[in-house]
Structure formats: structure tokens, C-alpha cells
T-cell receptor, first 112, second 110 residues
Framework: DGGITQSPKYLFRKEGQNVTLSCEQNLNHDAMYWYRQDPGQGLRLIYYSQIVNDFQKGDIAEGYSVSREKKESFPLTVTSAQKNPTAFYLC???????????FGPGTRLTVL | QKEVEQNSGPLSVPEGAIASLNCTYSDRGSQSFFWYRQYSGKSPELIMS????GDKEDGRFTAQLNKASQYVSLLIRDSQPSDSATYLC??????????FGTGTRLQVFP
């Protein structure tokens, strides 16, 4: 059963803590993406990776970090430097950079 | 000017009617256009992609693209209450990034 999984579904964090959001896909897609969605706003690109061991900053990368050590996995770390981390985080993947993107179920992060 | 613009709605239509959702974009070089449906609290689901001028039909959905006027639209025929959701327009721009509109909320009432 192919797809994109994200965990956890809900995450609560205290201010000053780093947290890592998981994203895994078994679609054999080369490209993976992280977006953030806030109420009333469109999806904003945080980081993306088109190939293993390579990734690029998106429009709002400050306060976030990623790694791409395996084709299937693209974890996102929300660091304490991110000033307003409470949001809905969405991971997506595509066959290549110009193709349709498919989304995982998302992780809702709340900072207490 | 925003790169991708949509009317936030809500767009209210009666069950069985045609819902028409519109989107305009600013990058004249864009070649790929997508419509996603997002139910409240869920992630976006791809429902249509269109790459050439004209219409593309898939079941009750029709995507329309006019590159000269820089707009893309989505028609939903025979609207059902289960179509009530936010519809996101997304455009692949010259940097190979997908830019999303803020979405149009559709309400289909019985």
C-alpha cells in the first residue's frame, strides 16, 4: 500500500525545545517537500529535496532544518529559533521536481 | 500582487448546481497547474492537473486553462454536500516551486 506517512499526528512542544517531524514515503519518489499551513494562508514552502543528500531552502526556512539521508525519508526539525512554530506541517512528494505533488496526512504542532 | 490569487469565499451553491472556482496567476511562464481539495483539518488531495490551454474533464470535474489571460478555473458539476471543502489552486512557477493560493471555501447546501 503506497503512500506518504507523517508522524506524529499531533505534537505539543514547550518553548525552547527542538522537535523533529517524521515524513516517510514508499512511492519511490525522488522529490520531497515540507510546507507549513497557517489559518487563512496558503501553503508556504519550508524546504525541499530533489535528490538524496541534497536539499534547498524554501521561502520560510529560518528556524527549520532537514536531512535527506535516504530516498524514503525527509525529517523536519523545528528548532527553538523558529519564532512562531504553531502550525499545520505538511510533507509532500513527487516523481520529479516538475511533477504533481502528493501530500501526507500532516502533523499539527502546538507550542505551549 | 500575489503570485496566485483566489477568492476566499465562501462560495455557496445548492446541491445539483455547477460550482465555478477561479484562480489567477502572475508568472506568464508557468506551465503546470493543479487543483487540490482540502477538507477541514485534513491535508490537500490532488484532484486535477492541467498543462495545456483548454478544458480537461475528469468525472464531475472540469479544469479550464487560459494562459493568455493567466487564469485557471475548476468547474464541479452536480455539486454534492460532500464537495464542501476548501479548493486550493497551485501553480508551478519558473523556479520549479509550487505556489499555492489561499483557497476558496465551497459550501454545497441540500
Amino acid at each position: 500500500d503506497g503512500g506518504i506517512t507523517q508522524s506524529p499526528k499531533y505534537l505539543f512542544r514547550k518553548e525552547g525545545q527542538n522537535v523533529t517531524l517524521s515524513c516517510e514515503q514508499n512511492l519511490n519518489h525522488d522529490a520531497m517537500y515540507w510546507y507549513r499551513q497557517d489559518p487563512g494562508q496558503g501553503l508556504r514552502l519550508i524546504y525541499y529535496s530533489q535528490i538524496v543528500n541534497d536539499f534547498q531552502k524554501g521561502d520560510i526556512a529560518e528556524g527549520y532544518s532537514v536531512s535527506r539521508e535516504k530516498k524514503e525519508s525527509f525529517p523536519l526539525t523545528v528548532t527553538s529559533a523558529q519564532k512562531n512554530p504553531t502550525a499545520f506541517y505538511l510533507c509532500a512528494s513527487s516523481i520529479g521536481g516538475k511533477n504533481e505533488q502528493f501530500f501526507g496526512p500532516g502533523t499539527r504542532l502546538t507550542v505551549l | 500582487q500575489k503570485e496566485v490569487e483566489q477568492n476566499s469565499g465562501p462560495l455557496s451553491v445548492p446541491e445539483g448546481a455547477i460550482a465555478s472556482l477561479n484562480c489567477t496567476y502572475s508568472d506568464r511562464g508557468s506551465q503546470s497547474f493543479f487543483w487540490y481539495r482540502q477538507y477541514s483539518g485534513k491535508s490537500p488531495e490532488l484532484i486535477m492537473s492541467i498543462y495545456s490551454n483548454g478544458d480537461k474533464e475528469d468525472g464531475r470535474f472540469t479544469a479550464q486553462l487560459n494562459k493568455a489571460s493567466q487564469y485557471v478555473s475548476l468547474l464541479i458539476r452536480d455539486s454534492q454536500p460532500s464537495d464542501s471543502a476548501t479548493y486550493l489552486c497551485a501553480v508551478l512557477v519558473y523556479t520549479d516551486k509550487l505556489i499555492f493560493g489561499t483557497g476558496t471555501r465551497l459550501q454545497v447546501f441540500p
